[in-house]
């Protein structure tokens, strides 16, 4: 039931980011898509991921985007995309994405796996945080020192 | 479908409900009194009286403020997107509510024969489901702004929004030193490790007390941080296009996370529902219970004074001082105690 409900909410908003035509209102669906895909996570269990969900994507990305789109100040007269040829271009990129996407998940052992809804501990933060500091504590190590000088970077060219 | 909605515990479900109702009209009440307190406290910085008339010490003064908020006229701009213009204050009020869900109001008590917990949900996620409604407020202000059609409202949204942004860094870091320490994200857990050790949590952390303090004041739109409704150069700020209850709506939220965050500071920093010099183990069940809700309360008030304190002394910053303060100063500062704290906690571990 509620599976059902936020699918449609996150495919039925996610096409209306696409086919609204002010972009403040494209980047208010996609917030709406971000909420659902958290309901999502909630409903196998990820309390941690989809709170993280939430607070990156939803919160601190989403406020930039919509930040940079309110300061240029589009309107919905003036739509960016005129060339026939770029929206083809922007059809066939998207369709072969899709299809490396299908192809690449039709054989993953997750689909042979019954979902586990509601009894999956791996999304809890106790496991999910041994898990990341121990099978992979090489990349989320390096993924954080890359985090810690991009914010470091931020600072230094705002000193400037 | 059916079994499963028979299944569920309905004593349950009444007795969340019934919690929800008491925590959000004890909310809505309390941000109600905020603003006379304000109003009383700025009174007696500034050497003259407050509200005085409407009932004795002016004490229906809030009730007035209300009632004429209710019987203004309502004008939504032509210019401005009516949607968003009416989602702005919604959402404001919305995430101000939401975050009051996971606060441990007070310890457990036994009422026939079940076991009532005064919180609503203790959640697996605690402190971080904070994190996430408080970075949702920011839509409030920043739709409200821009939806307006007016070229102050969407500065003054913009000013907010990047204001929230960077502080909430700050904070995010400050925490995780506090996190370091307590080794659970659950509200509950903390408070009830500063009940059964010696001192609160400020002790151990009073420069992340310190810096989550100030971000606490920046996310809340208090002065010295109020840059987002600074009137001498933006009019008014992100509401100017606001009338009604709908500006109410935004005053009021205001006030509701002020009350929220100082509770969430007491929580986190200063034991909670934890009674000083009390040992809560020798009281009987509904005293522990009354005297750990006083105490929570009593706490929140200092703090709320604390905040009111501050926005009567202080001047307000300009805007590339704020921006300085938060990336160049509290950011350093809170890495800084962030390496101590891991330090010491891995020292003293061993």
Known sequence: MLFWFLTVLALGSALMVVFSKNPVHSILWLIITFFAITGHYILLNAQFLAIVNIIVYAGAIMVLFLFVVMMMNLNEISSPLKNKWLKFAGVISGCSLLLVLIAALKDTDTMQQEVLLNTGKIGLINNLGTVLFSDYVLPFEISSVLFLSAMVGAVVIGKK | ?350
């Not at chain 2, 499963?4 to 109600?32: G, H, N, R, T």
């Not at chain 2, 009194?33 to 500034?46: C, H, I, L, P, S």
């Not at chain 2, 860094?169 to 370091?180: H, R, T, Y």
């Not at chain 2, 926005?311 to 805007?319: A, D, G, K, N, S």
């Open chain 2, 1 to 350: 479908m059916s079994i499963s909605i028979l299944a569920l515990d309905w004593a349950f479900v009444i007795e969340k409900m019934v919690l929800i109702a008491i925590v959000i009209s004890v909310s809505l009440i309390v941000a109600m009194y905020a603003t006379y307190a304000e109003r009383k406290v700025a009174g007696v910085m500034q050497d003259r009286h407050g509200p005085n008339r409407a009932g004795p010490f002016g004490i229906l003064q809030p009730l007035a403020d209300g009632l004429k908020l209710f019987f203004k006229e309502e004008v939504i701009p032509n210019n401005s997107s009516k949607w968003l213009f009416i989602l702005g204050p919604c959402l404001a009020m919305l995430t101000a509510m939401m975050t009051s869900a996971i606060i441990p109001w007070g310890g457990t008590v036994e009422i026939g024969g079940r076991m009532i917990d005064l919180q609503i949900a203790d959640i697996n996620i605690g402190i971080l489901y904070v994190f996430g409604v408080v970075s949702m407020g920011v839509y409030g202000i920043m739709i409200g702004g821009w939806a307006s059609n007016n070229k102050f409202s969407l500065m003054a949204a913009l000013r907010g929004a990047s204001q929230a942004i960077s502080y909430e860094l700050a904070m995010g870091l400050s925490l995780i030193a506090l996190l370091m320490l307590t080794g659970s994200l659950s509200l509950k857990t903390i408070v009830e490790q500063q009940i059964n050790s010696n001192w609160w949590n400020i002790v151990y952390q009073p420069l992340g007390f310190f810096i989550f303090f100030v971000c606490a004041l920046a996310e809340c739109n208090r002065a010295p941080f109020d840059l987002p409704e600074a009137e001498s150069e933006l009019n008014m700020g992100y509401h100017q296009e606001y009338s009604s209850m709908k500006l109410g709506f935004y005053l009021f939220a205001e006030y509701i996370n002020m009350f929220i965050s100082c509770t969430i500071i007491a929580t986190l920093f200063f034991g909670g529902y934890d009674m000083p010099f009390v040992d809560e183990s020798k009281l009987s069940g509904v005293t522990a219970l009354l005297t750990g809700v006083a105490a929570l309360f009593g706490k929140t008030f200092i703090l709320i004074f604390v905040f009111m304190w501050i926005r009567w002394t202080l001047p307000r910053f300009r805007y590339d001082q704020l921006m300085n303060l938060g990336w160049k100063g509290l950011i350093p500062l809170a890495l800084f105690n962030m390496v101590l704290t891991a330090a010491i906690a891995l020292y003293t571990m061993k």
